[in-house]
């Protein structure tokens, strides 16, 4: 195996044994290669089609199929066999349309160990020219968080056939010959689609759930049997709270799923008990003293300990070896989400690790409520800057960075954020500044758009020509590819001096990483005190 694309990978120069970090086998990497591989081909053929009904097919298959490849989704073989011949017999359905396809349009397997054998035959290595490779890596993490937004709206019935037609057509230039400066625009070509996916899935959430709305949120137990949820998808939380509506079975969020309490539609449901437990990657211990069942909706997943493993689910893209899955949904029905119910009802309640509440539902809706008073208060310099530190959490030491910013911000700053980064500093006593929580927190990852919307709306209040002459900063976390996609829609709208860290990402080659740097001043993160006196000083 060869994977770079997470910020854990091995020493930051990618994962190349038999086992990644974040767990992942080498026969499991070879296969997610060999979906994407599959993908290019599938595109190839579709590139020209007209059919609008046929562009929807092949792009919710290219959606759903990316999805499954983003580090901690999906770990299990079982499910990529087939997903992999799902996408070579639609591409073959659409014939060849032209002659001299490349490999990745035409080949064919015959037996699943045909298929395997194939599958470590497409390194990404395959392209030689580290530069090129780290553009086109780029593109194809950009579009994995694409592909995973757009597939979220999806499930609430919004698309939008032009984002299709763009993943089409990327996939497809990504088996062509271009020099450097095609796949520099290529990136942000990229860029735009996210700011458009991450749009029609704001709307998505909030026109069928409606905006969120500023939310205390407890994060201790009650005293009744309970299912943890975990992940991003919010259609599945609202099946699982009308079906265990009535049991006696609580439901609490876990990790990114926690701003669904923020949606007024989740609010009428009295077992909806809190948010349990932190990041990701601390489900090793949490999802032990839960107690009761887990269902992991999206990523992300590690590798799951005996001590709960015959309580874990997985649905949607996730996938893990011998753990119980549970369908999709299937004309027009909801997912089946009794077996869990069940189960439940024969578990302890979750032991506590935790009490008090904290506070969020700062979309840009309810922020720009508070324009007036937010301008207000730069005005009179009661607020000094608003820095951005959106983005992932991880496991690696250094993350301990954002805490410390946090701690170290003057008590003039505002830190806007999103994703699962929050958990390093939402629990901090970092007091309000005239009322306002020096923490706002706008939701999960793909609500980064929500920062966005936010910081235009603060440009026009402010009159001013550009977001990037807003006392704003932006000091960024990134884990995984859904950050990658935030990062290009940052990039596409032109924002300076973002601060990343805590790793400069691996398949960012020095030219590329160089390239960034003169374009858009984007600044490795250093230590607190360094980045805290550049970021208040504008830089």
Same mark, same amino acid.
Request: proline share 3%.
């Given at each position: 195996m060869y994977c770079y694309q997470c910020q854990e990978n091995a020493g930051n120069q990618g994962c190349r044994f038999k086992k990644g970090v974040c767990g992942k086998e080498d026969?499991?990497?070879?296969?997610?290669?060999?979906?994407?591989?599959?993908?290019?081909?599938?595109?190839?053929?579709?590139?020209?089609?007209?059919?609008?009904?046929?562009?929807?097919?092949?792009?919710?298959?290219? /959606?759903? /199929?990316m999805f499954m490849t983003i580090t901690n989704a999906n770990f299990d073989d079982k499910r990529f066999l087939p997903q992999i011949a799902s996408v070579l017999k639609m591409r073959d359905s659409l014939g060849t349309l032209e002659d001299n396809l490349p490999d990745c349009a035409t080949f064919q397997v015959t037996s699943e160990a045909a298929m395997r054998e194939k599958a470590?035959?497409?390194?990404?290595?395959?392209?030689?020219?580290?530069?090129?490779?780290?553009?086109?890596?780029?593109?194809?993490?950009?579009?994995?968080?694409?592909? &995973?937004?757009?597939?979220?709206?999806?499930?609430?019935?919004?698309?939008?056939?032009?984002?299709?037609?763009?993943?089409?057509?990327?996939? &497809?230039t990504l088996v062509e010959d271009h020099p450097l400066d095609k796949w520099?625009?290529?990136?942000?070509?990229?860029?735009?689609?996210?700011?458009?996916?991450?749009?029609?899935? @704001?709307? &998505?959430?909030?026109?069928?759930?409606?905006?969120?709305?500023?939310?205390?949120?407890?994060?201790?137990?009650?005293?009744?049997?309970?299912?943890?949820?975990?992940?991003h998808d919010l259609k599945d939380i609202e099946e699982l709270l009308i079906q265990t509506e009535g049991t006696g079975v609580d439901v609490y969020t876990h990790g990114e799923m926690l701003p669904a309490h923020y949606y007024p539609a989740f609010k009428k449901y009295a077992h909806f008990a809190g948010n349990y437990g932190n990041a990701w990657w601390k489900q090793n211990t949490e999802f032990a003293s839960f107690n009761g069942p887990i269902i992991?909706?999206?990523?992300?997943?590690?590798?799951?300990?005996?001590?709960?493993?015959?309580?874990?689910?997985?649905?949607? /893209?996730?996938?893990?070896?011998?753990?119980?899955?549970?369908? @999709?949904?299937? @004309?027009?029905?909801?997912k089946d989400f009794s077996a869990l119910i069940e189960l439940a009802k024969t578990c302890p309640p979750p032991t506590e690790i935790e009490t008090g509440k904290i506070i969020g539902g700062f979309a840009h809706n309810q922020v720009i409520q508070l324009a007036d008073k937010i301008v207000e208060a730069v005005k009179s310099g009661a607020i000094k800057r608003f820095v951005v530190m959106a983005g992932c959490d991880g496991r690696h030491k250094t993350r301990s960075?954002?805490?410390?910013?946090?701690?170290?911000?003057?008590e003039g700053t505002i830190i806007l954020t999103a994703g699962c980064a929050k958990y390093r500093y939402n629990k901090l006593d970092l007091g309000d500044i005239g009322g306002i929580p020096r923490v706002l927190d706008a939701g999960q990852c793909n609500d980064s758009y929500s920062l966005v919307k936010i910081a235009m709306a603060l440009k026009d209040a402010f009159e001013l020509d550009s977001i990037n002459d807003l006392p704003l900063s932006f000091d960024i976390a990134w884990y995984e590819q859904k950050a990658v996609t935030v990062l290009l829609a940052l990039l596409h709208l032109g924002v300076q001096n973002i601060h990343l860290g805590p790793t400069v990402p691996a398949f960012l080659s020095p030219n590329v990483v160089q390239v960034l740097i003169n374009n858009f001043n984007i600044q490795p993160t250093t230590n607190p005190q360094n980045d805290i006196d550049l970021m208040m000083a504008g830089k």
């Open positions: 026969h499991t990497a070879d296969l997610q290669d060999l979906l994407i591989y599959s993908l290019k081909g599938l595109a190839i053929r579709a590139r020209n089609v007209k059919d609008e009904e046929t562009i929807l097919k092949v792009g919710r298959l290219i /959606s759903v /199929s470590t035959k497409v390194s990404i290595l395959n392209e030689s020219d580290e530069d090129i490779r780290s553009l086109k890596e780029t593109i194809t993490y950009g579009m994995k968080g694409i592909c &995973a937004y757009g597939d979220h709206a999806e499930m609430l019935g919004f698309e939008d056939i032009a984002i299709y037609r763009f993943m089409i057509d990327m996939l &497809a520099v625009g290529a990136v942000l070509e990229t860029g735009k689609f996210s700011v458009a996916v991450m749009d029609l899935l @704001d709307r &998505a959430n909030t026109e069928t759930y409606g905006h969120p709305v500023i939310t205390e949120v407890n994060i201790g137990v009650r005293n009744n049997p309970a299912i943890l949820i975990s992940g992991l909706t999206t990523n992300c997943i590690t590798p799951v300990q005996d001590t709960y493993k015959d309580r874990i689910f997985t649905t949607g /893209s996730v996938g893990y070896p011998n753990v119980q899955h549970i369908p @999709d949904r299937t @004309d027009g029905h909801s960075y954002f805490t410390e910013v946090a701690e170290q911000l003057p």
